[in-house]
């Protein structure tokens, strides 16, 4: 059985992302979408939340299960069984990057390979950062969030602005 990592903040889970699910679901005989920790960043969504959404938006593909860890990811990845991590791509800035962590994935589980699945056109631009600036003024969000989690997501923006805690 071949089994990818897609690894990411998810915070929230996009319209991209769900489309780089879906795309390397029907590769893999199996995919983990793992929502990892990142101590660089202050999340909207609580890691539990961010699992939640996610389970939510991919309820209806069979072969992906969603996990969250804060370790390494060639660790988590030899644990977990897997020989490919998933990464989307949306412009050459993000290769760069990519390419780098690939490196030193490998270099850490040797038996670790990374795809790179590009964008489609419609998601180049599309980053969690920016629908979430998007969602400070009130955009329509319905071509940049799965429809399901939009609700969440409002919500979120909205305890914000009134000063609450995320």
Do not use: W
């Not at 850490?108 to 400070?136: C, W």
């Amino acid at each position: 059985m071949k089994i990818a990592i897609y690894p990411g903040s998810f915070d929230p889970v996009t319209s991209g992302h769900l489309n780089i699910i879906r795309r390397a679901a029907s590769i893999f005989d199996k995919l983990i979408i793992c929502v990892m920790v990142n101590a660089g960043k202050s999340p909207m969504f609580t890691l539990d939340e961010r699992v939640e959404l996610i389970r939510r938006v991919t309820e209806d593909i069979p072969n992906v299960e969603v996990d969250s860890s804060n370790e390494l990811l060639a660790d988590y990845a030899r644990r977990k069984g897997s020989c490919v991590i998933v990464k989307g791509l949306r412009a050459g800035s993000d290769f760069e990057n990519e390419f780098q962590m690939a490196l030193i994935n490998r270099k850490i589980n040797p038996e670790l390979d990374t795809m790179f699945l590009t964008s489609e056109h419609q998601y180049m631009y599309l980053s969690s950062s920016a629908v979430k600036e998007l969602g400070r003024y009130n955009v329509d969000l319905s071509d940049f969030l799965p429809e399901q989690i939009i609700p969440d997501f409002q919500k979120r923006i909205n305890t914000i602005r009134q000063g609450g805690n995320p």
